[in-house]
């Protein structure tokens, strides 16, 4: 041991830089391993917190189209549920806009927003809720409802939230109740559980009892014996009437695992399911493994570049009587404690970046005491780095004759030379493959975001009001945000705009075609506030708000797919006429096809008009325009909590995978050319230094340092070019492969691969230069001599 430590501390003070910068990127590979590994770890455990997580199941239909395949009527549930003995429990979930809320605090009533969802009185027992306080069956009483532990804290801090009343400053329209008493506490579940932390309280037992044409509930069930489920599909759908339900008896029950829907990806579902892309993770298994293949490269590269200088040592001990066992033991030993070394700092520096928040685009949570089986995943694999890296470069330096090994040097062998190579250039075709994966990434994103959506997002302020706030105080609301002459005018719809993928949708026929249509019931002056101008026929008017008869403006989409001409009657259900066309506008994201929107207008909302668009004149101080809206609101309803938004923040979140991704491949591929330019710059040192003499020759015999640092580079521009030519054609398939998730796409443009070649070669070639440099403009005569 002693020896190991006195051979450690030698190549640490003759080669301090070569090695600190060998540690550093071993450092880094283990920390870019260990996150995303945690990462993947929480993807591949999504809904397995549940205790009873092998048992839940998700009731489908099978004929169904989009989300209706899992929005199904109460009553039908119902019907499951009482199907089969082997079923539980179960418990629909009815989700619900956030609603504004207050309760009192230290005497003060507080207002806040928060989502309740509806469900039967078996949720905690479908789930296996673990109650902090209070009694799990509290949700038999339908005047209670059950908050998570962090809810309670943020409310009422130490102090039991039991018994505290929660009142409702706006109906909630599956129960007719305007206070209700916490009766429970549950623990929060992790992130990665499709169950939100929210409030639930249960569905009014007359609400939909019997209306199987009201499609709005998600239906979970849980079975005895998961075996089971086969049967229990078979024998519904064997003896179940359909036509009562789905006016078919085409249509059939099917049953999916809890643990299973993170993965279906299913694009339509998003507003109510959390989504992975079991893609994305195999890509994110593999730049893991790229990295530490990467860093195994970059070690032996390390370990055996000191093979000409510790040759002639080694050799000296086995004429002394070492065995070559117990050398080759110790120079792997020597490897693996390096290795180890490395991971301790890579384990520190997740730490740290996890303390400082900036890995916050990550789901998971970095807490290392948290994922200790991704912990000791990477403690093994930096052993077996160590084991890698150190076995074969201590049998090569041990497999030499003692009177060959000290009469010579192994540095610049044709063997050495080769493998120096093949493993440096599989650094470049890494880093050259995820330098352009990056830059793809990045223009997908920057094209999504320039877009034409066909309205004009600047200068919108967006807020959410209460419905009892649009309703009573629209007009004071309006009028005051207008007596700031920064404010143009005020708009309303039912729903947030161009912030996500799924709106109040309805299969209409119009001249016996069946289309789907994205409905949206607007103010009369939507369009003139989103800068969406009538391209054919006639604006909405203040008149058409007072028509009991709906008006509809449809965009080009709709116009041209569906063959409309201005003036016919439209939607059966909802008669009105249609009296515009608009240009292209898209509200949905780039992920999706045309949509066919249909503008709304009449005098019968069935639902208020929360959401309104503030449009502010060009040149506003945006800032000033802002408190003033705070003011407004503050002065209408003083504890009415609400959010000032802007359009770049709504896309950024409409976007937030695709944002993650591209933080995510950036991170990894800085790593991976860092760790790419340690194994150079290692390379590079030990280069020169072999090549002392024959600089030293050169120098004497008339070339000039730029000669000479020229000869240098061109080795390592050669591999470059090499590597550039096999790194493109994987890089365009993958790329490829990944821009057919979208409907609209960025070009896949040349120059992007040049700039990822001129990049890295860049970097190479100012890597070598730098540490070329010191040899190429040292004295000859010393050069000369030491040799």
């Known amino acids: ?39 993947i770890r929480y993807e591949r455990n999504f809904d397995k917190s549940y205790p009873t997580s092998d048992h839940i199941y998700r009731a489908e239909l099978t004929e169904a189209e989009g989300m209706f395949q899992y929005l199904l009527p109460r009553p039908f549930i119902q019907d499951v549920i009482d199907s089969s003995p082997n079923i539980e429990a179960g418990t ?41 306080e209070g009694d799990p069956g509290c949700l038999k009483d339908p005047e209670k409802l059950i908050i998570p532990q962090s809810m309670a804290r943020k409310l009422f801090g130490e102090e039991s939230a039991i018994g505290k009343t929660i009142h409702l400053e706006e109906d909630l329209y ?10 429970g506490v549950y623990h929060d579940l992790p992130p990665n559980s499709q169950i939100l932390n929210l409030i639930y309280t249960t569905i009014d037992a007359k609400h939909d009892a019997n209306n199987y044409g009201e499609c709005s509930y998600i239906f979970y069930l849980l079975l005895d014996n998961p075996s089971m489920a086969d049967v229990v599909v078979e024998n519904f759908n064997k003896n179940y009437d359909f036509k009562k339900a789905f006016y078919s008896q085409k249509e059939g029950l099917k049953l999916t695992p809890i643990t299973d829907i993170y993965y279906l990806n299913e694009a339509n579902a998003a507003i109510f399911f ?25 070690f032996t590269n390390f370990s055996t570049a000191l093979t000409p200088i510790r040759i002639k040592s080694i050799n000296i001990q086995k004429v002394l009587g070492s065995s070559d066992t117990l050398l080759r033991r110790t120079l792997t ?4 404690i390096i290795s180890l070394a490395s991971w301790i700092i890579g384990l520190a520096i997740v730490l740290i970046l996890d303390k400082l928040q900036y890995l916050s685009f990550l789901d998971a949570d970095l807490n290392l005491l948290s994922n200790m089986p991704v912990v000791l995943l990477s403690g093994l694999v930096a052993l077996i780095t160590g084991i890698i890296a150190g076995v074969y470069p201590a049998w090569y330096m041990v497999s030499f004759p003692p009177a060959l090994a000290l009469k010579g ?22 880093s050259i493959m995820l330098i352009v994966g990056s830059g793809f990434i990045w223009l997908q994103n920057d094209y999504m975001k320039k877009f034409s959506m066909g309205f004009d997002k600047d200068q919108i302020a967006i807020v959410e009001l209460s419905g009892e706030m649009y309703e009573k105080h629209k007009d004071t609301y309006v009028s005051r945000l207008k007596d700031y002459a920064g404010i143009e005018d005020v708009a309303f719809s039912r729903q947030k705009l161009g912030t996500q993928d799924l709106y109040s949708t309805s299969t209409i026929k119009y001249k016996d075609k069946e289309s ?24 909405f008017t203040p008149a058409d708000e007072q028509n009991k008869e709906s008006t509809f403006i449809f965009n080009r989409t709709a116009q041209m797919n569906n063959d409309m001409d201005l003036g016919d009657q439209f939607c059966s259900w909802m008669p009105g006429r249609i009296a515009g066309f608009t240009g292209d506008v898209k509200f949905t994201s780039l992920r999706q096809g045309e949509d066919n929107l249909a503008f709304i207008v009449n005098n019968s909302p069935s639902l208020p008009y929360r959401i309104s668009y503030i449009r502010m004149k060009a040149g506003t101080n945006v800032h000033e325009a802002v408190s003033h809206i705070r003011k407004t609101i503050k002065e209408i309803d003083p504890v009415y909590p609400f959010e000032i938004e802007f359009y770049d923040k709504l896309y950024d979140n409409l976007y937030r995978s695709e944002v993650n991704l591209r933080s995510i491949i950036t991170l990894f591929s800085l790593i991976a050319i860092v760790i790419s330019l340690v194994g150079v710059f290692g390379l590079v040192v030990f280069e020169t230094q072999y090549r002392r003499k024959e600089i030293a020759v050169r120098r004497v015999h008339g070339s000039t340092i730029r000669e000479i640092l020229s000869r240098l580079n061109q080795y390592y521009v050669y591999i470059v070019c090499v590597c550039f030519v096999f790194a493109t054609p994987i890089a365009y398939v993958v790329i490829q492969k990944w821009l057919e998730s979208f409907v609209y796409k960025t070009p896949v443009h040349w120059w992007l ?6 990049i890295v070669l860049l970097i190479i070639i100012a890597t070598v230069t730098f540490q070329s440099w010191r040899a190429a403009t040292a004295n000859p005569v010393d050069s000369l001599k030491s040799e």
């Open 516 to 539: 789907l249509y994205l409905l949206i019931w607007a103010s009369h002056n939507l369009l003139d506030v989103l800068g969406i101008p009538v391209t054919e026929g006639r604006n």
């Open 274 to 298: 959390k989504n992975g892309n079991r893609e994305m993770t195999f890509i994110l298994f593999c730049i893991a493994i790229l990295i530490i293949i990467v860093a195994i490269i970059n």
């Open 174 to 183: 599956f129960k007719k109740i305007p206070d209700f008493t916490i009766g």
């Open 409 to 430: 040097s192994f540095g610049l062998s044709a063997s050495g030379r080769k493998m120096r190579t093949a493993l440096i250039g599989i650094q470049f075709v890494v």
């Open 333 to 336: 030993m020597e490897s693996v």
């Open 753 to 758: 691969y040049a700039i990822a070649f001129v």
């Open 92 to 132: 629909l979930l009815v989700y619900n806009m956030p609603m504004y809320l207050s309760t009192t605090i230290n005497g003060e009533k507080t207002g806040f927003r928060e989502p309740i969802l509806g469900c039967f009185p078996d949720m905690v027992k479908v789930f296996g809720l673990t109650m902090v």
């Open 1 to 39: 041991m002693r020896t190991l430590l006195r051979n450690l501390l030698s190549i640490l003070r003759r080669y301090q830089m070569a090695t600190i910068l060998n540690v550093a990127g071993l450092s880094v590979a283990f920390a870019a391993f260990i996150v995303i590994f945690i990462q």
